[in-house]
T-cell receptor, first 118, second 111 residues
Framework: DAGVIQSPRHEVTEMGQEVTLRCKPISGHDYLFWYRQTMMRGLELLIYFNNNVPIDDSGMPEDRFSAKMPNASFSTLKIQPSEPRDSAVYFC????????????????FGPGTRLTVL | DQQVKQNSPSLSVQEGRISILNCDYTNSMFDYFLWYKKYPAEGPTFLISISSIKDKNEDGRFTVFLNKSAKHLSLHIVPSQPGDSAVYFCASLTGANNLFFGTGTRLTVIP
């Protein structure tokens, strides 16, 4: 498997523009996570899906952020309108359902999208 | 509020010596802890984990220690190798999937 795929790898945009980040999870994984990495706060969970259904979006910073998962192999994170403080690296990760007796399953991360909002 | 804290942003260690990376957490509901390693331009990769019912877990050169009373965990790498140079993230788990990460510690192993 190619691992988690994210696109684009880099995005530079101007304040006020719409930004769409894309993610293809590992085939067979039924959990998908969106994280944001900043120097000040490290890696923060924004939202996660189970079987394409959003389970916890409490980490989404504000209404400008939205995420969708129309099918098991694709998810998007959209920021509209974007602001300079949204500049960060955004990671997508996926994992399988934990096996019987297992506490959790390893989350596999994509390479990230570095977003710069001018 | 940072529920997981890594107070040392960077650490430099001579090759062959021990690297000790520290992490503190505030939420007593955390019952599972993980370390992830991140190279530049790549996503984090899982390294080692520990359940709160244990105080130590070892995997080759990597050992994680957990002190629940102090809400503190540490990652020991011995002997350190130049290829270990990376950013290390501590993470704590509550519920099934909610991982809380620290801000990371950049380890540099000097040849």
């Amino acid at each position: 498997d190619a691992g988690v795929i994210q696109s684009p790898r880099h995005e530079v945009t101007e304040m006020g523009q719409e930004v769409t980040l894309r993610c293809k999870p590992i085939s067979g994984h039924d959990y998908l996570f969106w994280y944001r990495q900043t120097m000040m706060r490290g890696l923060e969970l924004l939202i996660y899906f189970n079987n394409n259904v959003p389970i916890d979006d409490s980490g989404m910073p504000e209404d400008r952020f939205s995420a969708k998962m129309p099918n098991a192999s694709f998810s998007t994170l959209k920021i509209q309108p974007s602001e300079p403080r949204d500049s960060a690296v955004y990671f997508c990760a996926s994992s399988a359902t934990p096996g019987l007796g297992e506490r959790t399953d390893t989350q596999y991360f994509g390479p990230g999208t570095r977003l710069t909002v001018l | 509020d940072q529920q997981v804290k890594q107070n040392s942003p960077s650490l430099s260690v001579q090759e062959g010596r021990i690297s000790i990376l520290n992490c503190d957490y505030t939420n007593s509901m955390f019952d599972y802890f993980l370390w992830y390693k991140k190279y530049p331009a790549e996503g984090p990769t899982f390294l080692i984990s520990i359940s709160s019912i244990k105080d130590k877990n070892e995997d080759g050169r990597f050992t994680v220690f957990l002190n629940k009373s102090a809400k503190h965990l540490s990652l020991h790498i011995v002997p350190s190798q130049p290829g270990d140079s990376a950013v290390y993230f501590c993470a704590s788990l509550t519920g099934a999937n909610n991982l809380f990460f620290g801000t990371g510690t950049r380890l540099t192993v000097i040849p």
